[in-house]
Nanobody, 129 residues
Framework: QVQLVESGGGLVQAGGSLRLSCAAS????????MGWFRQAPGTERAFVAA????????YYADAVKGRFTISRDNAKNTVYLQMNSLKSEDTAVYYC??????????????????????WGQGTQVTVSS
């Protein structure tokens, strides 16, 4: 089993920044990819960003490119999401997830929720305008 615990959410003004963390634990934790998704009220959970655990290749949703940065610390089994220039439309619950299987280097593979095996409980991000 793998446990993922997100932290770092909160209330921030538009234009501000937040850094989310996702700490992973469990004897079977050996991901190929770690991803971040978000879900606003009344919407489906949507892809935000992903990073391959070994090579560090990154993928981003168009809505966050240039503003968000995903990174990882393999020694700490932690993945981060640095969010800058936040907008009100970034308000959502943010979830991290892990995918244990190799995927081809095609962005659409990393955007698929069903590819991710384990999910955290989510952390709320609220951006006030």
């Amino acid at each position: 089993q793998v446990q993922l615990v997100e932290s770092g959410g909160g209330l921030v003004q538009a234009g501000g920044s937040l850094r989310l963390s996702c700490a992973a634990s469990g004897r079977t934790f050996s991901p190929y990819t770690m991803g971040w998704f978000r879900q606003a009220p009344g919407t489906e959970r949507a892809f935000v960003a992903a990073i391959t655990w070994s090579g560090g290749t990154t993928y981003y949703a168009d809505a966050v490119k240039g503003r968000f940065t995903i990174s990882r610390d393999n020694a700490k089994n932690t993945v981060y999401l640095q969010m800058n220039s936040l907008k009100s439309e970034d308000t959502a619950v943010y979830y991290c997830a892990s995918d244990a299987y190799w995927r081809p280097p095609i962005p659409s593979w990393y955007e698929r929720k069903r590819n991710y095996d384990y999910w955290g409980q989510g952390t709320q991000v609220t951006v006030s305008s």
